[in-house]
């Protein structure tokens, strides 16, 4: 049986992910999730990533948005305003609520984020195994100029409260330094036969995840075909404003120079949009196979070509 590992952040992560279990329904998939987002709201821990990825492939995903839940109302929301309790910038309906209490609640009695995360997993059958990168404590942080002070916000505040609407000077997986990589995460990279980076945010999702001590090295050391697809298309993001972040590290926002971020050291394939196919020279005078296909995810049937597209790749650079 193929053995898959997936570094994942949410939206990206997750329809990528539908369409890898399409193209591969045989295959034993692990996705390492992006756990830099989470944020405590509410007395509650809330993880949004893991959470897209566990309620779009167990069915429970609200479409259109891409996050939270299908069929979703607001009267905890509404209650907790007319409190005066905040924030009220960050969407959490009542049935994801419930999700948030599960897993506060099995925290506070002593167990690790990968140990909720499976018992939540039990609930939606997701299909994968899905893992948080660390069960430690890591936050992003986006360091931002407001009225002429410099401040470090949560990651949230950076992206849903002010939309990356000011430049990102600076973006700090805080705690990350410390992590460790949650159990089996180093043992699933270690038994791969090939390693994915989906079209997720280069910096504040799967930037993250390889910012935990060891994640990087075990890849890079693996030995096996490691195949990315580019969340850039046409030198834009094609949701999000992925751009903003890039820009904090140094990063112009095309496919090209996000492969290059990554570096032959990491990657052994790149796929880009067929609109970029002007980048696949520059991507493989790095050091990188590079191919360009169809990179937007419109239905599962897309999602799964670009998916094959990647195994096929990965087949490719295993010489
Ligand atoms: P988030 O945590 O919800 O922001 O999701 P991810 O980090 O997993 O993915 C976000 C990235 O997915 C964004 O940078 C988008 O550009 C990218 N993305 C979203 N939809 C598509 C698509 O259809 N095709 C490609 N190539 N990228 C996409
Ligand atoms: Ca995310």
Redesign the pocket.
Known sequence: MQRIVVL????????FLRGLKAAAPQADITVIG?TG?DIHLFGLKVC??LD?VMYTLGGGINEEQ??GRTDETFKVKEELAAYGVGPEWFGLGDRDFATHIVRSQMLAAGYPLSAVTEALCDRWQPGVRLIPMSDDRVETHVAVEIDGEQKAIHFQEYWVRLRASVDALAVVPVGAEQAKPAPGVLEAIAEADVVLF????PV???GTILAVPGIREAIAEAGVPVVG?????GDA????M?DKVLAAVGVESSAAAVAEHYGSGLLDGWLV?TVDKGAVERVEAAGIRCRAVP????DVAATAEMARAALEMAEEVRG
């Open positions: 994942a952040g949410g939206i990206g992560g997750a329809r992006n987002d949004p990533d897209t891409g996050w989906p079209p997720s945010n504040v999702s799967v697809l580019s969340p850039i298309v993001p094609v949701r999000g992925a949009d990179l937007m995810m419109t």
